[in-house]
């Protein structure tokens, strides 16, 4: 059960809480989780000693993420083919937060993965919410200077795998928009040409989605040759349509009106570089409803 109250601390703040626990997680049902048990233990709480509620919530999600991070993780090894996370209808409100938008995309939180559990909470916590040390060593159980050396070491390794270009929102829509055109039209040199030569495409059906790549496809001509094969086996069936996914432009794919999958790209010079891919259906439960997020509140 989730509280009604709208005076309620955990409902003026749920948004940003679960924005906090789906960073860290990169899935919405995960986060979703997160929340539930979170709000059992608020609940329980005397609130006469909270004396700062959203500091005490985000430390409170914190903790539950932290120990379900642990456990995913061990999941996921297990996963069939690519893990990547599990996307969100965002609406272009979430744009406009440019350091918001950046660290959701797909792109960002595919780089996120790649921490330990313990690096992803204290960089999620510090440079994207921007908590002091001091909040975040509670939060995570370890001193401050401990937290200092983890955030450092985290970031580093972000800052060596993210994409470095800053793509402005109206370029990567512009992308999107030819991307959708070629793929539509059939048009293999269109194709090739909204696509860096060294482009790398990732797909993530958990085994679920027949015809999906199991393995990252690699080059403009092999990727254009491989969508477009996709495209006339399915025929007039099958369209690509924009959307707006994890803050950035994106596009979903549906077959006779349906959502069988969606995808979000990295952007440089005029073209794709990176496209993720999700096709399992298991995770494309949250395209739907726009979903409500925030850094602040």
Known sequence: MVPTDDDDPFVVHRRLL????YQMLGSASDAEDVLQESWLRWSAVDRSQVREPRAYLVRLVTRQALNHLRTVSRRREQYVGAWLPEPLLTSRDVADDVELADNLSIAMLTVLETLGPAERVVFVLREVFDVP???IADAVGK??????QIA???KGHVSARRPRIRVVRSE???VVQRLVTALNTGDLQGLMDVLAPDVVAVSDSGGKAPGAARRPVVGAERLA???LGAMAKAGDTL???PTWVNGQAGIRMERDGQLVGVAGFAVADGRVT???AIANPDKLGRLDAVAELSRHS
């Open 172 to 174: 990567h829509e512009e």
């Open 239 to 241: 369209v690509a349509v």
């Open 274 to 276: 990176r496209a993720y």
């Open 143 to 148: 001193s401050s200077v401990a937290v200092r």
């Open 133 to 135: 040390y001091d909040e």
């Open 225 to 227: 040759r491989y969508l």
């Open 152 to 154: 450092h070491r985290a």
């Open 18 to 21: 679960f924005t906090v626990a």
